[in-house]
């Protein structure tokens, strides 16, 4: 028993003298970490009194300065909504002085979020275009242009000029052309005023060009002259576009190189099918190129949304087995549901609904047709520098002040008669409007958008007030 008492005492003398030592560490802890926090506190109070007031304030300014570039460069990111209109892009870049970098990156957010192919959008920078009831020419005088463009066209290999170069001011007194002006034909103001729209029409298309085709090869070859035809006695080069008067020139052509004494008397498929003019591509590339640098080249374009609908009508809505045959039969086939047998047999009947489908499909089910191709594709105008541009819209007026320039006869004029269905009305924007309330907003975006490097090349303003 006493030696159990005396282990039980020294056992409690042992727990003392271990807690004892953790008491103390504690201490020792504490005091050290209070120690470290003063001598801290004091050194921090002597850099304020070395650094003085102007240092903090510099400090101060630097880090407000850090944080407001850093909000405006998460603006930057975040602060475009992806799916915008090319118009609503456009705007925002005039408002914003045309900065380049944040126009480069509109237009790759455009590209990536819109639901259109790429491929339709020829154009990032275009300037807000107003809707007209007519789809008349747009002031050219009024047009943007951009610092990207003026940049592309400092840049741009020089574009050729040829010597037929319209201008009022080549014309001279005693030159024979000034006889056309007395004759009764113009004044001298109507040949002024319309030297003037020609010459401006053709600097847009050499700026349009500049901007949207700089890269594409300058070589020519028979492919690009395919629609051209040859009048050598006057030398004039006339590419066709169908749906844009050409029956008419190519009568006019014809009564030129002393192929018919007058328009009048020349039937339809005389003019188309009797090969009495002379294509470019039928000729050697000596003999391309001569005349290209030496002839006058012309081309006459139409509104390209009213000539799509005039070549709807003409070719599927009156009797045509060729048109019928080889478009209506696969269009049918391919985007009627139900269709009837005599439907797919005869391919008569095809709808403008059906058409358009065709016409945006990019896996159509037959190929293109000159009367609806885009007038760019046809006449290239950014390789073949043309003398004179005019348009379906003032086709008589512009014509005949042609025709005066070229020297022709005084009684030659371009006949405005309509020898095909003379029966239908004529296509006008009204007509125009009303077949294309037959498809939704959409398709009516994407055939926009189809043809829209002929609106941007001639000028032509939106047709349809919700088209951006």
Partial sequence: ????????????????????????????????????????????????????????????????????????ISGVKLGSTPRQSRETLSTRDRERGKSESFQDLQVTENILSSAIPPMQFPHFEKSRKTASPGSQEQDIGSLHVTKRQRKLLKTSPPIRHTKNTISSSSISSSSPMSSSITSGFFSPESWQKLSGILEARQQLMKEICAKYKSSISKTITRHHVKSIFVEDKYKLLYCQVPKAGCSNWKRTLMVLAGKASNTQSIKHDTVHYGQHLKKLDSFDQ?????????????????????????????????????????????????????????????????????????LLDVHRPVGMDIHWEQANQLCNPCLIDYDFIGKFENM??????????????????????????????????????????????LERQRVYDFYYMDYLMFNYSKPFKDLY
């Fill in 1 to 72: 028993m006493l030696w159990m008492k005396w282990k039980m005492v020294v056992d409690s003398l042992r727990g003392r003298r271990r807690r004892l030592p953790c008491s103390l560490w504690f201490v020792l802890l504490f005091a050290a970490g209070g120690l470290v926090l003063f001598i801290h506190q004091q050194a921090l109070s002597e850099m304020v009194q070395q650094q003085g007031p102007e240092n903090v304030t510099n400090k101060q300014q630097l880090t407000v300065t850090a944080l407001k570039t850093r909000q405006s």
């Fill in 286 to 358: 000596q003999g391309i190129m001569h005349r290209l640098q030496t002839y006058t080249k012309v081309i006459f374009v139409r509104e390209p949304l009213e000539r799509m609908v005039s070549a709807y009508r003409d070719k599927f809505e009156n009797p045509n087995n060729y048109y019928h045959s080889l478009f209506g039969k696969p269009i049918i086939s391919k985007y009627r549901v139900n269709p009837s047998k005599a439907a797919l047999k005869t391919g008569n009947g095809v709808t403008f609904k059906e058409f358009v489908q065709y």
């Fill in 396 to 441: 008589e007026e512009e014509s005949n002040f042609l025709l005066r320039l070229a020297g022709a006869p005084p009684n030659l004029t371009l006949p405005s008669f309509k020898d095909r269905n003379p029966s239908d009305k004529r296509t006008s924007m009204q007509i125009t409007e009303n077949y294309f309330s037959q498809v939704g907003a």
